[in-house]
């Protein structure tokens, strides 16, 4: 049933539809006991005090327990094959993440297993990985193609993750976003701007066509693909209605966080080595900053400047960055300490980050990352009264109930 009464709950939320930024980060609304009323799946009342029971609505009683927006996890790799366990072992013997890369393993290792793995393995796999982020509060999540390089198989990763948004009775929303330009693809070796004229003749037309990716993304990295052919692939993309965003500025200070404001794209994410021009440039711009903690520790890489960021305007998305590679987690109880205790941010941004700022950064902030009137009825119910147990539960999940579409799911 997706109508749903929820009552006597501490809600907090911020609100609006559209990115919040800088110190707006930390104006979040608070009733301290209301209710919250989903009818077919979305919000139709949220208010403060009573509200009785009506007819054909199940009831929840939130006394004691804080409500908050479903999180919106705005930044992952979660449809591919095989595993990465022997790099993790590599880099923690000093090993680096792009030496491991340039040997053939790294994207390239993924590529592999992903092009050898069925359409139901990849789904299995996946649906298993949004089973354990949706215990953790997770409602919508974004997936990147990027395993396949090839035609074949990055339909393939984009078409599991339309079985499964087409499912009735989903756990999440998958946000899909199309990552050809993950790496060079081995087929175009030593030739980078052929493969971007592929990409820009093939696949994003083929795609879109297909309404399979609502969004396009390049890994804009020294070794990997320069700004220059970034700028010609997400040009071409934006021509064609796709939202654009960028892996930015991820392991040296290469000019990412600039190109993302010029292009006005949705998000540039990482930027661990973002400059402070870079920084404004993207404040100014309304480009959402998406910061992935969680590969800062698995890489034991200096943490993204999140104080800084949202102290110069901008605003902060938060994502697990989940992938087999550099960070094989979808933690959300140790993403929001890490964010907490190392980026900064207080608990009040962190929530923004983590909800409608994560929406915004998917175009979709007009539909779930707050509890409003008229979004989907998308939230989580944390085991405590206050939100304060989000970093202090450190790796622990604190969350009880998580509602998708006004359906209570565990
Ligand atoms: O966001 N840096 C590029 N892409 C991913 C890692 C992908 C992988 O190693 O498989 C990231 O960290
Ligand atoms: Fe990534």
Redesign the pocket.
Known sequence: MSNLLIINAHIVTPTGNSARCGDKMRELLDLPCGYIEITDGIITAVGEGDMSPKEGYQVLDAKGKCVLPGFIDS?T?LV?GGY?PDEFVWRMNGDS?MSI?ERGG??YN?VRSTREASFDELKEKAEWFIDVMSRMGVTTVEGKS??GLDCFTELKQLEVMRAINSDPNRKVDIATTYLGA?AVAPEYAGEPDLYIDFMIDKMLPLIHERGLAENCDV?C?KGVFTVEQSRRLLEAAQAMGYGIKL?AD?IVSFGGAELAAELKALSA??LLHASDDGVSAMAENGVVATL?PL?AFTLREPYARGRYMIDSGCAVALAT?L?????CSGSIPLLFALACLYMHLSVEEAITALTLNGAAALGKADKTGSIEVGKQGDVVMLDCETPNVLPYYTGMNSVLHTIKSGRLLF
């Open positions: 930044h790799h591919f990465r993440y890369m790294g994207i993924t990027g395993y993950h890994f990295e892996h991820e994410d990482h992935l590969t960055d992938n087999p590679g550099s960070c």
